[in-house]
T-cell receptor
Framework: DTAVSQTPKYLVTQMGNDKSIKCEQN?????MYWYKQDSKKFLKIMFS???????INETVPNRFSPKSPDKAHLNLHINSLELGDSAVYFC????????????FGPGTRLTVL | TQLLEQSPQFLSIQEGENLTVYCNSS?????LQWYRQEPGEGPVLLVT?????EVKKLKRLTFQFGDARKDSSLHITAAQPGDTGLYLC??????????????FGEGTQLTVNP
């Protein structure tokens, strides 16, 4: 069984388009995260939700909007895509306590042309 | 911004050799985690070290947390090709009541040649 799943795996789109990435976890976790990994493999947190409430919002352009319809889902919507948005986006989840293990999804490789 | 510096950034060695990866920061973290990431997959947690000076072993991997909780090291003994991957350290900040804010290092790409 897949613990944290993301769709799509690959996303190729034109500049200016709007796109969404979906994430689902079946671990019963309370907290979910979005990370961005750039071409140099640097991984940086973007957002975190706990029980559908936004708790971490790093300095991310307003074009990025996370949405959590329920505890098991955290989607990422990106408006007006730019070339610099090209990266691998990872969803993760954890039980919610500070030292808990974060389980990462397989990633979505976004390429903006 | 609390930065974690990892070194070396790239490491290519022969099977059977030993290696050490370092993770350093000027900031104190409540705990530190090491992850391994393979191509096309997300990072997978290897270990969490919490106490200053703590040493944890995972088969041929030895993890150490610095006494001041600002740095950590990962030592691999008799490396094997299956150890090839991207190793990431991540500092966990204290204070949050829910969830954890991970600050990742830049990663060490390890290649073990047969």
């Amino acid at each position: 069984d897949t613990a944290v799943s993301q769709t799509p795996k690959y996303l190729v789109t034109q500049m200016g388009n709007d796109k969404s990435i979906k994430c689902e976890q079946n671990l019963g976790h309370d907290t979910m995260y979005w990370y961005k990994q750039d071409s140099k493999k640097f991984l940086k947190i973007m957002f975190s939700y706990n029980n559908k409430e936004l708790i971490i919002n790093e300095t991310v352009p307003n074009r990025f909007s996370p949405k959590s319809p329920d505890k098991a889902h955290l989607n990422l919507h990106i408006n007006s895509l730019e070339l610099g948005d090209s990266a691998v986006y990872f969803c993760a989840s954890s039980r919610g306590r500070r030292t808990d293990t974060q389980y990462f999804g397989p990633g979505t490789r976004l390429t903006v042309l | 911004t609390q930065l974690l510096e990892q070194s070396p950034q790239f490491l290519s060695i022969q099977e059977g050799e030993n290696l050490t990866v370092y993770c350093n920061s000027s900031s104190v973290f409540s705990s530190l985690q090491w992850y391994r990431q393979e191509p096309g997959e997300g990072p997978v947690l290897l270990v969490t070290v919490v106490t200053g000076g703590e040493v944890k072993k995972l088969k041929r991997l030895t993890f150490q947390f610095g006494d001041a909780r600002k740095d950590s090291s990962l030592h691999i003994t008799a490396a094997q090709p299956g150890d090839t991957g991207l190793y990431l350290c991540a500092g966990v900040r204290g204070g949050e009541t829910s969830g954890s804010r991970l600050t990742f290092g830049e990663g060490t790409q390890l290649t073990v040649n047969p």
